[in-house]
């Protein structure tokens, strides 16, 4: 049987927001490339949600729905995808953002051309129940750096080379890298002296809204301190800055949501600002996208990868 050029991994744990999966799933089924495999996995959702899961595996042959009747937490949830996972690439996803319809072709693309990089992201435009809000840059070719301030990928606009994983690599199941799996296995990567680029294209939409500011229960906050100083440490990065940003996630917590909220807000619309600057002065028009209604294909989940009891 033929292998799958790409497969999309996506971990799914009570997503209410039914119409945003339904987006989701449909944004990686609308690739212009489509040669694809989509791995879904339930992990432990409510009853009502497995079922709202279940129907999305009659849209397309590609879907595979996989998982267990306990939440084991995304890391968790990744590693199972990845080691069902048949593709030559891996991308991720998740359960409320937005693929352009673009995207996997021009990552693809990018990677079989740059044979040095082992995963490439994007930039993404922001969005949230009233439409697209802001913009997010993110650095061309992250160095150490990069990694003071936060991620610097936006983790479900990845894709990697399959072999990032076949050497004993994947997300850490730890209750320490709860929250921050993908800043973790980031800065692991570098370790390795494997590199990442970022696609300077929007070619993703990540859903960020007033909500995505609560604060984070301090117990999340110490253990991504934690990561930080461990990572930091090995990175070679901990003096004489890192130590300021260790700390960084615990003064998040003094914070007020709502002032997070102002900031990044900030942040995204005076980015989308100067990128429509950009776009203005060389005369160039960005297209908006919609992404196409969910249609019912007459097709059905390939039956060994069945939900797991």
């Given amino acids: 049987m033929k292998k799958p050029l790409i497969s999309v991994i996506m971990g799914v744990y009570n997503q209410w927001d039914i119409d945003a999966l339904k987006r989701a799933v449909n944004s ?10 989509f791995i879904i996995w339930d992990d432990g959702s409510e009853k009502w949600v497995s079922d709202e899961l279940r129907k999305l595996c009659v849209l397309d042959k590609r879907i595979i729905l996989a998982g267990r009747n306990e939440n084991r937490g995304l890391a968790f949830s990744l590693n199972e995808c990845i080691k069902l996972a048949k593709g030559k690439y891996i991308a991720r996803m998740d359960a409320d953002d ?18 040095e990089y082992s995963w490439c992201g994007t930039c993404a435009e922001l969005f949230d129940e009233k439409g ?29 080379r399959r072999d990032v994983f076949d050497k004993d690599t994947g997300y850490l199941e730890e209750e320490e890298t709860y929250k921050c799996e993908d800043y973790e296995i980031f800065m692991r990567l570098m370790q390795k002296g494997l590199k990442g680029y970022n696609i300077q294209e929007p070619l993703f939409r990540y859903h960020e809204t007033y909500a995505s500011y609560r604060l984070r229960k301090p117990c999340y906050r110490i253990n991504e301190a934690k990561v930080r100083l461990n990572n930091y440490r090995k990175m070679g990065i901990l003096f004489p ?12 917590c003094l ?18 600002a100067e990128r429509e600057n950009i776009n203005d002065r060389f005369d160039t028009e960005e297209k908006i996208i919609e992404v196409p209604e969910l249609l019912v294909a007459d097709s059905l989940v390939r039956p060994k990868y069945g939900r797991l009891s």
């Avoid at 990686?28 to 495999?37: A, G, K, N, P, R």
Wanted: contains cysteine; neutral net charge; hydrophobic residues 40%.
């Fill in 255 to 272: 914070i007020p949501g709502y002032m997070i909220g102002i900031i990044k807000r900030t942040e995204g619309r005076f980015a989308r």
């Fill in 28 to 37: 990686v089924l609308s690739q212009t490339i489509s040669d694809l495999e």
């Fill in 241 to 252: 800055f890192g130590w300021m940003y260790v700390l960084r996630p615990l003064v998040g």
């Fill in 98 to 115: 937005e693929c352009l319809p673009e995207r996997f072709a021009r990552q693809v693309e990018f990677l079989e051309e740059h044979k």
């Fill in 132 to 160: 697209i809000w802001g913009y997010r840059n993110m650095p061309e070719v992250p160095d150490v750096k990069d990694y003071y301030r936060f991620s610097p990928y936006i983790h479900p606009s990845v894709m990697f």
